[in-house]
């Protein structure tokens, strides 16, 4: 299974772009990389995830190395209400069509007005 | 995105009594569900897997009978602590998940057990 290595923590200014990085140098060809952020006593939120090429969406973009082994997720405006721990995890294929998403410790991200 | 609803939100139960989580995925069926506990200021635990009409697969650690898993259809799975103590109170998170659209996560529920 691929383990990932984030940052436990950074700041980012209010209005911002907000770059987390993560790490994951042993990753698998058919693995992709997903991220999530989990807000004080909540469910974690599925941001975006990817396989190779880099992907955007409204809430986010993830820019993922040709080596694949390391990426980034870009919050472009952040806002306040964007503090929270964010995780990046690398999908484990258990058999089939089934996985499991195993948490690291993920990267604190505190957006400062 | 995807809607998971996860019930109840919070329960305080005395130490010996069941509890009982439910997990429903309100708008899509979910092939799998995953069962998490985390603990304050501490990342989130896989404790188990579980596929529709198939046994739940724990994590080592994990005591099956303590913790036991139902996921009966594509939309409900549950979570029954039995016997709960103390040291079990926590945050109980589900995730249902398919391999198209990937996972989505529940509320969570806090449990106290007094």
New interface residues.
């Given amino acids: 299974d691929a383990k990932t290595t984030q940052p436990p923590s950074m700041d980012c200014a209010e209005g911002r772009a907000a770059n987390l990085p993560c790490n994951h140098s042993t990753i698998s060809g058919n693995e992709y990389v997903?991220w999530?952020r989990?807000i004080h006593?909540?469910?974690?939120?599925?941001i975006i995830?990817g396989l190779k090429n880099n992907e955007t969406n409204e809430m986010a973009s993830l820019i993922i190395t040709e080596d694949r082994k390391s990426s980034t997720l870009i919050l472009p405006h952040a806002t306040l209400r964007d503090t929270a721990v964010y995780?990046c995890i690398v999908r484990i294929n258990?058999g089939g069509?089934?996985?499991?998403?195993?948490?690291?410790?993920?990267t604190l991200l505190t957006v400062n007005p | 995105?995807a809607v998971?609803s996860?019930h109840p939100s919070w329960v305080i139960c005395k130490s010996g009594t069941s509890v009982k989580i439910e997990c429903r995925s309100l708008d899509f069926q979910a092939?799998?569900m995953?069962w998490?506990r985390q603990f304050p200021k501490q990342?989130?635990?896989?404790m188990a897997?579980s596929?529709e009409g198939s046994k739940a697969t724990y994590e080592q650690g994990v005591e099956k009978d303590k913790f036991l898993i139902n996921h009966a259809s594509l939309t409900l799975s549950t979570l029954t602590v039995t016997s709960a103590h103390p040291e079990d109170s926590s945050?109980y998170?589900?995730?249902a998940?398919?391999?198209v659209i990937?996972?989505?996560?529940?509320?969570?529920t806090?449990l106290t057990v007094v």
């Fill in positions: 997903y999530y989990q006593s909540q469910g974690p939120q599925y995830h995780y258990s069509s089934n996985y499991k998403l195993t948490f690291g410790k993920g | 995105g998971v996860q092939t799998t995953f998490y990342s989130l635990m896989l897997t596929n945050f998170i589900c995730s998940s398919t391999a990937g996972a989505f996560f529940g509320q969570g806090r």
